[in-house]
């Protein structure tokens, strides 16, 4: 099972920009699909975006369509997301997750890390 930790969130204000890297430990990192996914306060987690195992397919939620970019680095075992452009309904703790089938099949996420917060201001 892979451990991953997430950082890169802090304060930020309305259109401003942020990086979360999320690192993943165990050498099987490039077989597994990788997701962000957010939960704000008094509100269900949801899914941000996902990426396959080579980094040639992502998936995006309609609501950061055109302003998250998701990547990753298999040499360095790490998936990186791209906020651009934040808006205060991004106000949330961010978790990166695994999952060792299709990218798209959100239900198969897991292995969570501890996820980073991320605050929009005004």
């Known amino acids: 099972q892979v451990q991953l930790v997430e950082s890169g969130g802090g304060l930020v204000q309305a259109g401003g920009s942020l990086r979360l890297s999320c690192v993943a430990s165990?050498?099987?990192?490039?077989?597994?699909?990788m997701g962000w996914f957010r939960q704000a306060p008094g509100k269900e987690r949801e899914f941000v975006a996902a990426?396959?195992?080579?980094?040639?397919?992502?998936y995006y939620a309609d609501s950061v369509k055109g302003r998250f970019t998701i990547s990753r680095d298999n040499a360095k075992n790490t998936v990186y997301l791209q906020m651009n452009n934040l808006k205060l309904e991004d106000t949330a703790v961010y978790y990166c997750?695994?999952?060792?089938?299709?990218?798209?099949?959100?239900?198969?996420?897991?292995?969570w890390g501890q996820g980073t917060q991320v605050t929009v201001s005004s």
């Open positions: 997750a695994a999952s060792g089938s299709y990218y798209k099949i959100l239900a198969n996420f897991g292995s």
């Open positions: 165990g050498r099987t990192f490039s077989s597994y699909a």
């Open positions: 990426i396959n195992w080579s980094g040639e397919n992502t």
